[in-house]
Structure formats: structure tokens, C-alpha cells
């Protein structure tokens, strides 16, 4: 199985502030990294596709990027519905397809 | 808008089954492969089972093989998860999602709101 893993878990920052996850991957995945949000209650959301395709609807202050086992989230200008758990995955293998533990942004 | 609604969770004892179904809507069912994905409370999201148009190719987990199968009902636009011989580790909230391919990319785009699973004597 390809393991994900992701750092940090947690972290808190503030309304209007700039956060970055990071998300690895234990083999080359190329660019097959997709990211959720799930927020307290919710099911999770796709936020972007293919390590850096921002999917319709989802504010631009999301961004993603990063190729074979090296990936990165960023959101700017943070909001407060962007408090959340994000996740990455990986569907360079559907036998199983991973996620990473998951990193809590919550406010500072 | 696709519209994804799980159903059928619930208590189960250890060595029992539920049958879960996930009803759908908003978009044409069989062009699209589906999934369930679970989450075990306060843990993380973890694939259990895939299953392609007209059921041509279906994927699962090994902690699930053998015990879980996944099926889907194309007219009534019904995805299921048949899962037998349960165990106090399947507790968990199951999602069905849709999935969608950008080339060879796939991905969850649309998930259900879950039902929850427990498993406990």
C-alpha cells in the first residue's frame, strides 16, 4: 500500500492569516495527490484534483502544488469556514486508494 | 446537483450484518464509478470498496475481503455494501462517493452524508 503521511496534525492561525500542509507520499505518485476539507459534521469536500486543480467553486485562496512523493496545501487569507480537517489522497493506486492522517487548522 | 443519501447503519453484534444502501440522484448513475469510504470515530478516512459502471471492475480493502461486498442497482440508481461477519473495528461512518476520472485521475467528487455504523456486543 502507498502511505500517506502529513504534516503538521494541527495547527491554529489566524482569520486572514497563511497556512501550508504538507502531504507525502511513500513512493512516486506523480501528480495523482487530490485534497478534501471535511468540516465538524460534514462529509468531506474535494478542494482540488490531480496535486493542483482547483475544483469549481472553491474559493482561489486554496492552491496546491508538488509532484512524485513531495505535495503542498495553501490557503491565504484564511476564513473562518476554512477551519477545518484537510486530507490529502492518492489514487496513483487503487489497490487501495490512501489517505494521509489527516491536519486540524483551527483558529488561533 | 448530484445528491448522494446513505442508509441502513446502525447497532450490529460482532459476527452479524448490515446491509447498507445509498440512494442517488442528480446525475446519470451507471456512467459513473462509485465508492464507500469510511471513518471510524475521531479517526481518519479510510477506502473500503469500488465499483465501476455495469459492475466491470470491483476493488476493496484487504480488512474487508472476504466479508464486505459492494454492489450497485443501475435502474433504481442504488449503490450498496453488503457486510457480513462484522467486527468491533468496522464501527465507523460510511460515505458513498461518486467518483470521476480527468484523464487517469480519479478522484471522490461528490459524497453522501454518511451513516453510521456500530458494532458492539
Known amino acids: 500500500d502507498i502511505q500517506m503521511t502529513q504534516s503538521p496534525s494541527s495547527l491554529s492561525a489566524s482569520v486572514g492569516g497563511t497556512v501550508t500542509i504538507t502531504c507525502r507520499a511513500s513512493l512516486n505518485i506523480d501528480t495523482y495527490l487530490n485534497w478534501y476539507q471535511q468540516r465538524p459534521g460534514q462529509a468531506p469536500k474535494l478542494l482540488i484534483s490531480a496535486a493542483s486543480n482547483l475544483q469549481g467553486g472553491v474559493p482561489s485562496r486554496f492552491s496546491a502544488s508538488g509532484s512524485g512523493t513531495n505535495f503542498t496545501l495553501t490557503i491565504s487569507d484564511l476564513q473562518r469556514e476554512d477551519f477545518a480537517i484537510y486530507y490529502c489522497q492518492q489514487s496513483y493506486s487503487s489497490a487501495p486508494f490512501t489517505f494521509g492522517p489527516g491536519t486540524k487548522v483551527d483558529i488561533k | 446537483e448530484a445528491q448522494l443519501l446513505e442508509s441502513g447503519g446502525g447497532l450490529a453484534q460482532p459476527g452479524r450484518s448490515l446491509r447498507l444502501s445509498c440512494a442517488v440522484s442528480g446525475f446519470t448513475f451507471d456512467d459513473y464509478a462509485m465508492h464507500w469510504v469510511r471513518q471510524s470515530p475521531g479517526r481518519g478516512l479510510e477506502w473500503v470498496s469500488s465499483i465501476t459502471w455495469e459492475s466491470g471492475n470491483i476493488g476493496q480493502t484487504d480488512s474487508v475481503r472476504g466479508r464486505f461486498t459492494i454492489s450497485r442497482d443501475d435502474a433504481g440508481n442504488t449503490l450498496f455494501l453488503q457486510m457480513n461477519s462484522l467486527k468491533v473495528e468496522d464501527t465507523a461512518m460510511y460515505y458513498c462517493?461518486?467518483?470521476?476520472?480527468?484523464?487517469?485521475?480519479?478522484?471522490?467528487?461528490?459524497w453522501g452524508r454518511g451513516t453510521l455504523v456500530t458494532v458492539s456486543s
Open positions: 462517493a461518486k467518483s470521476r476520472l480527468n484523464g487517469d485521475h480519479e478522484y471522490f467528487h461528490e
